[in-house]
């Protein structure tokens, strides 16, 4: 029996390699013979930089940038063998994680630090940029990041040389002429989402929230959004626009591709390959619902692996919408937690990857018994 074992990070438990691991060991308690192929990955969010470097070989480099709330930051990005191609996350510069709770809060926070990310990149010759855009605290819709690049953003006459969320709304024009360089840079922006811009399904309404936006904060950041739309006239409309606070629309001015970040990811890895001669994929994160069909990595795997007639398991810490799952082709979807276990114990590395090992070995000996049935 061949198993493929495809899986992201548990957020705040587990690494995707992590995961994979304890799968593994389930799949090997459940059947010492079975062949398992372990790939960790994940889908344009938090971890795509080391997903991608794991199977490319490219190498570490550090810059200096800023963080969300301008404080200094040594940050990191990968460089290919050939010096061109530079592999990098927003979420190194202007993620949510750098931040203390107590200070999350988009309409105070910038994404400058991900433009002098890219401009250290281009100054050290590179060419080619893949970043990943997940992971964000802001909502500021790129203006930093394109500020950081020589973008200049105005309040009537004054020169706002940092905007930041809260500004959106109160901009009055926009001079993105210094950009035209970027132009000559091939960039590839990985998203792990399809927002648009702006409305109740946009960068405020979805993700502000979740980054510490109150809901009349949520309602003024949407404005900002809108009002950046209409001085800037590009398409708000483009999927994964709203992705990252709205950095995906500034990438779209920049003249870059917005892709899916699975499809990279899983291009990258070779899953097609593996697939050939497999008898089961078991995929997963740390939560799995509706929003999973949504672009998630879970989802383009079942997805490829139901092209070969693969059956696709998945597991999670956290599951819901399962029937809805499974209508989408999922085989099963299975939660790794007791329904009465408490969210710190589940989040403990340690309790997670013997749960998520416990799991993948009883999922494996009912497809084997079930295999058995069948054969009868």
């Given at each position: 029996?061949k198993v493929?074992?495809?899986?992201?990070?548990?957020?705040?438990?587990?690494?995707?390699?992590?995961?994979?691991?304890?799968?593994?060991?389930?799949v090997?308690?459940?059947?010492?013979?079975a062949?398992?192929?372990?790939?960790?990955m994940?889908?344009?969010?938090?971890?795509?930089?080391?997903?991608?470097?794991?199977?490319?070989?490219?190498?570490?480099?550090?810059?200096k940038?800023?963080?969300?709330?301008m404080?200094?930051?040594?940050?990191?990005?990968?460089?290919?063998?050939?010096?061109?191609?530079?592999?990098m996350?927003?979420?190194?510069?202007?993620?949510?994680?750098?931040?203390?709770?107590k200070?999350?809060?988009?309409m105070?926070?910038?994404t400058?630090?991900?433009?002098?990310?890219?401009?250290?990149?281009?100054?050290?010759?590179?060419?080619?940029?893949?970043?990943?855009?997940?992971?964000s605290?802001?909502s500021?819709?790129?203006?930093?990041?394109?500020?950081?690049?020589?973008?200049?953003?105005?309040?009537?006459?004054?020169?706002?040389?940092?905007?930041?969320?809260?500004?959106?709304?109160?901009?009055?024009?926009?001079?993105l002429?210094?950009?035209d360089?970027?132009?000559?840079?091939?960039?590839?922006v990985?998203?792990?989402v399809?927002?648009?811009?702006?409305?109740?399904?946009?960068?405020?309404?979805?993700?502000?929230?979740?980054?510490?936006?109150?809901?009349?904060?949520?309602?003024?950041?949407?404005?900002?959004?809108r009002?950046?739309?209409?001085?800037?006239?590009?398409?708000?409309?483009?999927?994964?626009?709203?992705?990252?606070?709205?950095?995906?629309?500034?990438?779209?001015?920049?003249?870059?591709?917005?892709?899916?970040?699975?499809?990279?990811?899983?291009?990258?890895?070779?899953?097609?390959?593996?697939?050939?001669?497999?008898?089961?994929?078991?995929?997963?994160?740390?939560?799995?619902?509706?929003?999973?069909?949504?672009?998630?990595?879970?989802?383009?795997?079942?997805?490829?692996?139901?092209?070969?007639?693969?059956?696709?398991?998945a597991?999670?810490?956290?599951?819901?919408?399962?029937?809805?799952?499974m209508?989408?082709?999922?085989?099963?979807?299975?939660?790794?937690?007791?329904?009465?276990?408490?969210?710190?114990e589940?989040?403990?590395?340690?309790?997670?990857?013997?749960?998520?090992?416990?799991?993948?070995?009883?999922?494996?000996?009912?497809?084997?018994?079930n295999?058995?049935?069948?054969?009868?």
């Amino acid at each position: 029996m061949k198993v493929v074992l495809a899986f992201d990070s548990f957020k705040g438990s587990l690494t995707a390699e992590k995961a994979v691991e304890a799968a593994a060991m389930g799949v090997k308690d459940a059947l010492p013979t079975a062949e398992t192929v372990c790939l960790p990955m994940s889908d344009g969010g938090e971890g795509t930089t080391e997903t991608l470097v794991r199977y490319t070989g490219a190498e570490w480099t550090t810059c200096k940038v800023h963080n969300p709330l301008m404080r200094p930051l040594v940050s990191r990005y990968a460089i290919g063998t050939n010096r061109r191609v530079a592999i990098m996350e927003m979420a190194a510069a202007a993620g949510l994680t750098l931040l203390q709770a107590k200070e999350q809060n988009p309409m105070k926070t910038t994404t400058f630090g991900v433009g002098e990310m890219l401009l250290h990149a281009v100054r050290a010759g590179v060419q080619h940029i893949l970043i990943g855009i997940g992971g964000s605290a802001t909502s500021d819709g790129g203006t930093g990041m394109l500020a950081a690049l020589g973008a200049k953003f105005y309040i009537n006459n004054c020169v706002i040389e940092c905007p930041k969320g809260g500004d959106l709304i109160h901009l009055t024009s926009v001079d993105l002429s210094s950009l035209d360089a970027f132009h000559n840079v091939q960039i590839e922006v990985l998203c792990d989402v399809s927002n648009p811009l702006f409305g109740f399904n946009g960068a405020a309404y979805v993700y502000a929230p979740q980054k510490g936006a109150s809901s009349e904060e949520v309602k003024l950041l949407d404005s900002g959004l809108r009002n950046l739309a209409r001085l800037c006239k590009a398409d708000p409309s483009i999927p994964g626009s709203g992705a990252a606070g709205g950095l995906g629309y500034a990438f779209c001015l920049l003249g870059a591709q917005l892709r899916k970040g699975v499809d990279v990811v899983l291009e990258t890895a070779g899953l097609a390959t593996h697939l050939h001669d497999a008898d089961l994929v078991i995929t997963g994160e740390g939560k799995i619902d509706s929003q999973t069909l949504n672009n998630k990595l879970p989802f383009g795997v079942m997805s490829m692996a139901r092209t070969y007639n693969i059956p696709t398991i998945a597991l999670a810490g956290c599951v819901a919408n399962q029937d809805l799952l499974m209508s989408a082709g999922f085989h099963n979807v299975v939660g790794i937690n007791p329904s009465d276990s408490p969210l710190s114990e589940a989040m403990k590395p340690e309790i997670a990857a013997h749960r998520l090992r416990k799991t993948a070995k009883e999922v494996v000996k009912e497809m084997l018994l079930n295999d058995k049935h069948q054969a009868k």
